[in-house]
């Protein structure tokens, strides 16, 4: 395939979530042959969702192939333009607390069609995937996202706010992506830091025992602190306070400046 065909291809897979923003080279290697099979396993089977949307919904049109193959024949090209037109994206839908999927009504956690709802697995598979990834607190992945699921996914997006992360057993230091916050809710910034993890194999570090989780007021997000940092981040705290303090005295003064002057050019008025 010539390369500016590729780079046509890449553009498609970018706007439907497959390759991540820039990744438009012109070079059809690992990352987009990966790209156009997951996009073809997804096309196969029924599940669709719109790009502003964030619930999964089911067609009857489906990818007439039998597996995913990498090749972008007549048929993929022809799913590529109709999920072009149709403004479809990769079905990952956005989670919530309480939300439950196929796997949680077959616990008999809710019925199909309720407002929490989504279709085939995508909690249970959220479940599954934290606890490959360390974070073993998420409990059991009966496809029902509850405080234990929230819990565990507030832990991967601290942890995903930080540098480290393990890779074959070993901590390594990486850059910070992740461009979420810790809100315990599965987003689209979440997603694309999750797909990331699971590009580079990435796991979570061993926290001890002494760390602990603390909220972050003014954004609804959380981060954890181990104990051996808390001196560090109560000496940082103060000094936030004390800047803030400071500012407040400068606000006051320049409005009191500004009252002296107005009442200054009120009585040269006079």
């Known amino acids: 395939m010539a390369g500016y065909l590729v780079k046509e291809l890449q553009k498609y897979l970018v706007r439907f979530r497959y390759m991540p923003k820039g990744s ?6 690992e990352k987009t042959d990966k790209a156009v099979r997951l ?38 090209r022809a799913e590529l333009d109709r999920w072009y037109k149709e403004n479809w994206v ?8 309480g939300d439950y999927d196929d796997e949680g009504v077959a616990q ?4 199909r069609g309720g407002e929490d709802y989504h279709i085939e697995t995508p909690v249970k598979q959220l479940q599954r995937g ?12 009966d ?9 565990a996914l507030v832990d991967f997006q ?11 057993g070993e901590p390594v230091e990486v850059e910070v992506t992740f461009t979420g916050s810790a809100t315990g809710i599965f987003d689209r910034a979440t997603q694309e830091e999750y797909e990331l993890w699971e590009e580079n194999d990435y796991h979570a570090p061993e926290l001890s025992d002494s760390a602990m989780v603390f909220a972050a007021p003014g954004n609804g997000g959380w981060f954890v602190c181990e104990e051996k940092d808390i001196d560090s981040l109560i000496s940082e705290v103060n000094e936030l306070d004390n800047l803030r303090v400071e500012i407040e005295q400068f606000r006051e003064s320049c ?10 050019q009120k009585a040269k008025e006079l």
């Not at 990769?90 to 607390?97: I, N, T």
């Not at 008999?108 to 019925?111: A, L, V």
């Not at 496809?143 to 819990?151: A, I, S, V």
């Open 90 to 97: 990769k079905p990952a839908p956005e989670l919530y607390h």
């Open 255 to 264: 409005a009191t400046a500004k009252i002296s002057e107005d009442t200054s």
């Open 108 to 111: 008999g956690k809710g019925k």
């Open 130 to 141: 934290l606890k490959e990834k360390g974070f073993e607190n998420v409990g059991a992945d």
């Open 39 to 76: 996009f073809q396993e997804h096309a196969i089977e029924r599940g669709r969702m719109k790009a502003k949307e964030g619930k999964v919904f089911t067609v009857e049109k489906t990818l007439d192939q039998s597996g995913p193959d990498g090749i972008v024949g007549e048929k993929t």
């Open 143 to 151: 496809g029902w996202f509850r405080d234990k699921t929230r819990d």
């Open 24 to 29: 438009e080279d012109g070079f059809f290697g």
């Open 158 to 168: 601290s942890c995903a706010a930080e540098t480290t992360r393990v890779v074959n």
